[in-house]
């Protein structure tokens, strides 16, 4: 009997993506063609005349449109008079609603797949200026389509990074000018400062900013009461989820923390996981003495709100990093195989902890509540807390947390 062998949808999925990739150079070689230009340096343009500025975030990720925001204010600061306009997915829009260094605001929405011409019309208008100078934060991402929004913007001047080059060229052919990568790891906000240090844009902060409108502040406050939480509360959030399972500190440890905080700073525990994972939630709470008050509901700006109120945030490097980190609130970050010299934000408020090999799992509570610790004497939230006299030494750290019972990781 004849055997027949099927052959694999991959095989032909092979070919297709090959034909895909082949399309793909031919546009790119054509664009080139027809809209390369030659590369400028920085004393060859006169930027004191600026007075319309395009600003476009390629990568979709929220947490790199937050990380952007020191460029933003930057390029305010050098250029006090000009009009900026941002063009970013929809997935960060929303982190740069009511930021004073943004006049326009425009949305690409959706997967590319699902739109219609109507919406490539829209943006094409929304972004067709002049414009004096364009920036190009193609740092971690890199999208032709924005590119070509770039080009047909009418804008004077266009500046990007040399980074993310598309295949088969051999520099960014849409920019006059590209800023060059700095070697070595840096955290993602100087790298987005890199490309206006370029043209002689020295920053006066770093820091990364979110603003909240009063109608959230005031949506914070109900919550809080509704809650049966206070403003002046020590109140202590703490982000239990990671994206991956194999990279989670443990929940007992968790718990510990939040036990502590609590007995000795008489802290109010607050507790947030990613939407699809509230069973993490729930478990956490379980573990407690006490109750704890749950986030998962909020949306993110509602979260950030919240945020704003607390004295301290302990979790996994996530998008609620960032969100804190926009609010001014303290940060402990426990980081697993992301680097934080990267990935942490930049300030004094914000402390790491990872080990070289990032495994959480060895991780243990007195390295994270020595961190928070000194965060909390550092920036006291009200003068009554007991923080400043509270012994930190690794002994008292380890003599506290043995009283409680033996919890299984």
Known sequence: MRKFVRIPEESTMGRTI????????????????????????????EFDHVRKVLVVQHDRNPVQT????????????????????VLAWETGCEFLLHN?????????????????????VRLFRAVRGPFD??????????????????????????????????????????????????????????RYLDLVRYVGVEPRERAETLYLSEEEKRFALEFLYENELAPDDLLVLLHVNSELE????????????ARYLSDNHDAKILVSSY????????????GLPFPAVQTDGLGLRELAAVLNWCSVLVGHPSVVTHLAAGVGT???????HLAPNVWLPVGERFKAVRRLDGDTTKIDEMQVLREVESLL????????????????????????LDTYEPLSD
């Open 18 to 45: 090959g034909g895909r990739k082949k399309f793909f150079y031919f546009w790119i070689k054509f664009f080139e063609k027809l809209f390369g230009k030659a590369p400028l340096q920085p004393d060859a343009i």
């Open 66 to 85: 937050l990380t952007a925001t020191p460029l933003l204010r930057a390029v305010e600061s050098r250029f006090p008079e000009a009009e900026i306009t």
């Open 100 to 120: 004073p260094s943004v006049d326009k605001l425009v949305c690409a929405s959706g997967r590319l797949r699902g739109w219609k011409l109507g919406e490539l």
């Open 133 to 190: 100078l364009a920036i190009s934060l193609n740092i971690s991402a890199h999208s032709l389509l924005f590119d070509l929004l770039l080009r047909f913007s009418r804008a004077r001047v266009i500046l990007g990074s040399e980074n993310e080059v598309f295949p088969g060229c051999a520099r960014n052919f849409f920019y006059d000018l590209s800023a060059p990568a700095v070697e070595g790891a840096r955290p993602q906000s100087e």
């Open 246 to 257: 194999t990279r989670r500190w443990p929940l007992p440890r968790f718990v510990k923390v």
């Open 275 to 286: 939407p699809d994972q509230g069973h993490l939630s729930r478990e956490f709470c379980s």
């Open 330 to 336: 303290p940060l402990v970050a426990i980081f697993s």
């Open 377 to 400: 004497q550092a920036f006291p939230k009200t003068t009554g807390s007991r923080v400043a006299s509270f012994d930190i030494s690794d002994r008292a750290l380890k003599d506290y």
